[in-house]
């Protein structure tokens, strides 16, 4: 896992495990958004898993699927909301943690 920080409260990463979920919640994160749709990779674990993961690690999950090249204003939209409403720093994850770079800086520019 490598995780590239956008601002001290967004960071990205790219495909996380179940597994992994307590080490994040470890590093301080207090919510994780998934902005990629299940079954996009081969042995992609689904949402519901991560979300399960999550939940008991202590953290928020939120599931924001983006599919490559085609973020919308809605989206951004209610990445913005997600933003708005949670308190401590956020780890977001796609297959690379682009995605969700790109979906953060045009979150920031939505009204």
Known sequence: MSIRS???????TGQIKPSQ???I???GFKTV??????KEGFLQPSFDEI???ARDAGLTAHYL???PGSLSFEQAQRLKGILTTQSG??????ASGQRCATAYEMAKRVA
């Open 6 to 12: 956008i601002d001290p409260s967004f960071h990205v």
């Open 21 to 23: 979920l307590a080490e």
């Open 25 to 27: 919640a470890g590093l």
């Open 33 to 38: 958004i998934c902005m990629r749709p299940d």
């Open 51 to 53: 979300a399960v993961a």
């Open 65 to 67: 699927p983006v599919v």
């Open 89 to 94: 720093p956020i780890l977001a994850y796609c």
